[in-house]
């Protein structure tokens, strides 16, 4: 008799209901004009143990079905935990760069203040030593003018004096004409006093 075909699909044993020793401890009436004995208990040993490794084979998956979705819910959690981790450092990227703009335009704002407020002091500073400067030339000029004036006013005033020395100088000096100067007290005629003034010798 042949061995009968047992389908390799299963979706779901009841194991409270049937297991391998229940169908191998399965007792038949006996009745008249019944099955053969003998053939009845070869099926069913042949049942039995297709039943047997079907209901192996279905432990197996369900264990290894068990053992995916511990494995699926740890991946999940671990996905989760990754989800959630990214978000956290999506917020907190966001939010270090938010804090780094805002100090970064902080930061500029203080150095264009304090780059306008330099150049205002140096414009004023520059504006003050022109202004210095201008005032300095003009105390120069007027100081210059001032020496040339004087120079000009001493040299004419010099010139004139020395011009009115001069011609007093030539008046005293000048002798009478057919008269010899006569000399101080106590020198002769022939020793004149040095430095006084002596007619040029006659050719």
Do not use: C
């Not at 011609?167 to 020198?187: D, F, H, S």
């Amino acid at each position: 008799m042949s061995t009968p075909e047992v389908p390799l699909e299963v979706t779901r044993v009841n194991e409270a209901s049937m297991s391998p020793l229940d169908i191998q401890h399965k007792q038949f009436k006996v009745v008249f004009r019944g099955y053969d004995q003998e053939e009845v208990d070869t099926f069913l040993d042949e049942v039995s143990d297709a039943f047997e490794r079907l209901y192996v084979e279905v432990r197996s998956l369900r264990d290894r079905n068990a053992q995916l979705e511990a494995r699926t819910g740890e991946e999940q959690e671990v996905s989760d935990m990754l989800k959630r981790t990214l978000l956290v450092a999506q917020k907190t990227a966001d939010v270090t760069l938010s804090e780094a703009r805002e100090k970064s335009d902080t930061l500029l704002a203080q150095a264009r203040g304090r780059a306008e407020a330099v150049e205002a002091q140096l414009k004023v500073q520059g504006e003050a030593l022109q202004a210095n400067a201008a005032r300095a030339r003009a105390e120069i000029e007027e100081w210059l003018g001032s020496l040339q004036r004087f120079g000009a006013d001493h040299a004419s005033r010099m010139r004139a004096f020395l011009q009115q020395e001069l011609r007093a100088l030539e008046t005293m000096a000048a002798p009478q004409i057919g008269e010899a100067p006569t000399p101080p007290a106590g020198l002769s005629s022939a020793q004149p006093t040095p430095g006084a003034w002596a007619p040029p010798p006659t050719q």
